[in-house]
């Protein structure tokens, strides 16, 4: 199984006083059916750490919460996108894969210049997508597919650095960008939230962090 740092969510539990790495247990059974094997960035744990350690196939940037850019207030969300800064940069100097989920994408986006905008309709709703040709989501290639949609804010346009992979058909409103040249990429939806995952999440995942073998749960 290929190995994965996973950026985690950070949860404040204010009775007790602790600041806790979270991450849904649902992300494991999906890394199953993608023969992955996650190692947990946490929050304190000096990035060079991550560096010395076996081969890392690819950075995942999951989603939960907002960026700290909108979530001014939020301490949570200034350490969290503290670390993921620092995970991108690992991630840039050792050529390893980045793939960012809702919120990663909304982090990777930011952390390349693009702006953020409030969108209506798109929490806990479900929507079609039109795929652009691509190189790194072959699994959708020019397919129109449902998926879910959890956030309040997007993007409406990428800089030149990035393409869109993927958009809403009514309002074009983008969920899925990719690198032109660094294999970074990011979707808005959650393939971990669907109660029976779809192949082609499936499929994307493994491809873009070149899963070559096959795997049964």
């Not at 702006?115 to 798109?122: A, F, I, P, Q, V």
Request: glycine content about 4%; overall charge neutral; some cysteine.
């Amino acid at each position: 199984m290929n190995n994965i740092l996973v950026s985690p969510l950070l949860v404040e539990i204010k009775e007790y006083g602790e600041i806790r790495d979270c991450i849904d247990i649902q992300w494991a059974n999906f890394f199953n059916a993608c023969a992955l094997s996650p190692i947990i960035a946490q929050t304190n744990t000096p990035i060079h750490f991550y560096e010395n350690l076996c081969k890392i196939n690819g950075l995942l940037l999951i989603g939960g919460g907002n960026l700290s850019c909108i979530s001014k207030n939020d301490s949570c969300a200034r350490i969290r996108d503290t670390k993921e800064e620092k995970l991108i940069q690992m991630a840039l100097l050792n050529d390893i894969p980045v793939l960012g989920v809702c919120r990663g994408l909304q982090f990777i986006a930011h952390y390349f210049g693009m702006s953020l905008t409030r969108c209506k309709e798109h929490v806990k709703t479900i929507h079609p997508l039109k795929i652009n040709k691509n190189k790194y989501f072959q699994s959708l290639c020019d397919k129109e597919i449902l998926t879910n949609s959890y956030h309040e804010y997007c993007i409406k346009e990428t800089n030149n650095e990035f393409s869109t992979v993927a958009y809403v058909k009514h309002n074009h409103v983008i969920e899925a960008i990719e690198h032109k040249e660094k294999k970074i990429a990011g979707i808005m939806w959650h393939p971990e939230r669907n109660d029976v995952f779809s192949s082609y999440d499936i499929e994307l995942f493994k491809n873009f962090f070149n899963v070559k073998i096959r795997y049964k749960i």
